[in-house]
């Protein structure tokens, strides 16, 4: 048949039979069109890189805010998918003036940050020191197949459902994913779910846009991230290096950690009151006649699990009653569903409360945490200035701290007896013979703090800091410039 006729005969056809000829162009996509349509046959690893706004998640001032936002001045993403692994180098600044929220604010000019994952390790990389961060490995490994490389890769592993322009597939335990490709096959946009310490189940959603061609292999330019609902992401991607060479090995002192959160050691500081450290966020354990308190639990299930075994080996017997929780951040409040799952009563300021109720209550399907399996719930009671509780001899006053621009619902606990503070995020305490900051440079939350401990009439000697070390009072003085 001459090419002109034939042709002609599709174009009849397509005219004959609209809907048919759009529902085949639709239905018709499968993994292999995908694939070709990305140029991802050989795309064995890749690197990208560029600019534009990154944000902290759950990092705001309340729970209803979006995640802070920072200028993110360059971005690398070099990702090995042979070796499932993926390093992240990003430089940021500050974008809120003022600061407000989380995430080592305010920053003070640039900020570079390194993030990898290889395996089942996730690992940070500050200066020449690798800091195991497990609670970080199911968004860097979500990130890894997230990408439109990666999810056409995995889809082919796990098995897909392709239905119309839809390939879902999930890797038990990690995630589940949803991706939607566009007319010409190429991925459009991926919904994922991962494991999440707080949330539960943490959805994920990515749009990708504005493809081009680096070298036969098709890659977006504009990356968009959604978190938990509010932007993670917004990248406008300027370079794109098809099989670059990415070797990412896991250090020995990651590989040596592989459960840093489980090591938690204690001191006491006053009769029936415990500093609980070990790592790099801290608790506080408070005795009273028949139960106890326990300030904060961090960072995920394993370190909430991890105190609790310790408070057990403390004060053998008595109860929990109480887990005071400073303020809804995501590393503040990641052991919270393992506490509650324990049917401890949470207190919180009331900024905090309808968050941690639904925090508490939200279920983890992608995979089952304590809670979940604990299968039963907590009560969430709020604060608004202070409360005071007592046994009738010993005193614990929960307070606001008012105003701080870290968080609208921040509070501290503080006894009057004994002369300690105990707080988080609004004074962290530089290491011993550090140079204190002018005052000019103080810390503007840390400033907050002295005033309202100034306003609130404290007489505090001891500060029980929930990272890093014990101090007395006048260490807070002088960081803040007198
Ligand atoms: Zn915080």
């Known amino acids: 048949m001459p090419r002109a006729l034939s042709a002609l005969i599709v174009v009849i056809l397509c005219f004959a039979f609209p809907l048919a000829a759009g529902a085949q162009s639709t239905a018709s996509t499968s993994l292999e069109k995908a694939v070709a349509a990305l140029g991802a046959q050989d795309v064995r690893s890749i690197e990208i890189s560029g600019s534009g706004t990154i944000y902290a998640i759950g990092q705001n001032a309340t729970p209803t805010m979006p995640w802070p936002r920072f200028t993110l001045k360059s971005f690398t993403r070099s990702i090995n998918y042979d070796t499932a692994s993926l390093r992240d180098e990003i430089v940021r600044t500050q974008a809120l003036d003022p600061p407000r929220g989380g995430s080592q604010q305010p920053i003070r000019g640039e900020q570079r940050q390194i993030f990898v994952v290889s395996g089942d390790r996730a690992w940070n990389v500050v200066g020449d020191v690798n800091n195991p961060v497990p609670v970080a490995l199911a968004e860097r490994q979500a990130q890894i197949w997230i990408t439109p490389h990666g999810v056409v890769r995995a889809a082919m592993a796990r098995n897909a459902t392709v239905r119309g322009r839809t390939i879902t597939f999930d890797d038990p335990a990690r995630y589940r994913m949803k991706v939607t490709v566009d007319l010409q096959h190429r991925v459009a946009q991926v919904e994922a779910i991962v494991p999440h310490a707080v949330l539960g189940d943490l959805p994920i959603e990515v749009r990708y846009l504005n493809y081009r061609d680096f070298g036969g292999v098709k ?3 504009k990356i968009q991230q959604l978190a938990g609902g509010f932007p993670i992401l917004d990248l406008m991607v300027t370079d794109v290096r098809p099989n670059a060479a990415v070797d990412i090995q896991v250090p020995d002192n990651v590989r040596a950690t592989a459960e840093p959160y489980a090591r938690v050691t204690s001191q006491m500081v006053a009769d ?3 500093f ?3 790592g790099t966020h801290n ?4 005795e009273m006649k028949d139960h106890l308190i ?3 639990s961090p960072i995920n299930d394993q370190r909430a699990l991890a105190v609790l075994a310790e408070v057990k080996s403390l004060v053998p ?3 929990i009653r109480y887990l005071v929780n400073t303020h809804h951040h995501f590393d503040h409040a990641g052991g919270v569903r393992a506490v509650a799952g324990e049917g401890v009563t949470v207190i919180t300021h009331e900024v905090n409360r309808a968050f941690l109720e639904r925090a508490i209550t939200a279920r983890a399907t992608v995979r089952p945490d304590h809670l979940a399996k604990a299968g039963r719930t907590a009560k969430v009671e709020s604060v608004r200035d202070q409360r005071v509780l007592t046994d009738g001899t010993r005193i614990v006053e929960i ?8 968080h609208d619902g921040l509070i501290m606990v503080y006894l009057p007896k004994e002369k300690v503070l105990i707080e988080a995020d609004a004074y962290t305490p530089l290491p011993p013979n550090a140079t204190p900051p002018s005052a000019a440079d103080a810390n503007p939350y ?5 005033d309202n401990l100034k306003k609130q009439n404290l007489d505090v000697e001891q500060v029980l800091p929930l990272h890093g070390r014990i101090v007395p009072i006048a260490e807070l003085h002088k960081a803040v410039g007198h």
């Open 446 to 450: 840390s400033v907050n703090l002295v």
């Open 219 to 221: 890659f977006p330019t």
């Open 272 to 274: 029936g009151v415990w």
């Open 399 to 406: 307070r606001h701290i008012a105003g701080n621009l870290h």
């Open 317 to 319: 017997g008595k109860p």
């Open 276 to 278: 609980l450290s070990g």
């Open 283 to 286: 608790s506080a354990l408070i």
């Open 294 to 296: 326990l300030v904060e």
